[in-house]
């Protein structure tokens, strides 16, 4: 148990469908973070929010939407997805996005596009 | 961020210290060394870091050379559940960004 939680743990979703990943962090930390890791790749940063502001966006595609309503609760809004954005989708939270704290993962959800 | 590398994959019997090597050449004054472990189909977990002193948890001691080039993660009695792929990561100090390489694949035998 590593105080973040991620749902739902397995999706399959048509290219046309719209979905929303959820991560949740028990740790009352302040900074949360979405990953991607795709097959025989390393993780990818994709977004970094900071006190429900997010601070960074790393060329993502726009047909991934994040949202933070608050330090503890972090989306990822699905729409129009590509077979190639198939991957481990894990999310993170830490105490700040600055300092040497480290990160804590949740266990992904494990997204298949059709 | 500094670049480090690993061997790609380590056996170690059940039961007996696991020592994981990492380099880190270029790393600078204010990065730190930072370890995740990941088992299949979990999403990566952290075990230690440290900056220039050797450091130790529950999990496992951490050995930075006197030159801070490189270090190795032990886990003193390695168990099966140890198996997993094992990241060495150096971070900025102040920065969000981990950057993870392709690390360790370490089997632990019975």
């Known amino acids: 148990e590593t105080g973040v939680t991620q749902t739902p743990r397995h999706l399959v979703m048509g290219m046309t469908n719209k979905k929303s990943l959820k991560c949740e962090q028990h740790l009352g930390h302040n900074a949360m973070y979405w990953y991607k890791q795709s097959a025989k790749k390393p993780l990818e940063l994709m977004f970094v929010?900071?006190?429900?502001?997010?601070?960074e966006n790393n060329s993502v595609p726009s047909r991934f939407s994040p949202e933070c309503p608050n330090s503890s609760h972090l989306f990822l809004h699905l729409h129009t997805l590509q077979p190639e954005d198939s991957a481990l989708y894990l999310c993170?939270?830490?105490?700040?996005?600055?300092?040497?704290?480290?990160?804590?993962f949740g266990d992904g959800t494990r997204l298949s596009i059709l | 961020d500094a670049k480090t590398t690993q061997p790609p994959s380590m056996d170690c019997a059940e039961g007996r210290a696991a020592n994981l090597p990492c380099n880190h050449s270029?790393?600078?004054?204010?990065?730190?060394v930072y370890w995740y472990r990941q088992i299949h189909s979990q999403g990566p977990q952290y075990i230690i870091h440290g900056l220039k002193n050797n450091e130790t948890n529950e999990m496992a001691s951490l050995i930075i050379t006197e030159d801070r080039k490189s270090s190795t993660l032990i886990l003193p009695h390695a168990t099966l559940r140890d198996t997993a792929v094992y990241y060495c990561?150096?971070?900025?100090?102040?920065?969000?960004?981990?950057?993870f390489g392709k690390g360790t694949k370490l089997t632990v035998n019975p």
């Open positions: 270029t790393i600078s004054g204010n990065e730190y």
């Open positions: 929010y900071s006190l429900e502001e997010r601070v």
């Open positions: 990561i150096v971070r900025q100090g102040g920065s969000e960004k981990l950057v």
């Open positions: 993170a939270s830490s105490q700040h996005t600055t300092g040497y704290q480290p990160q804590h």
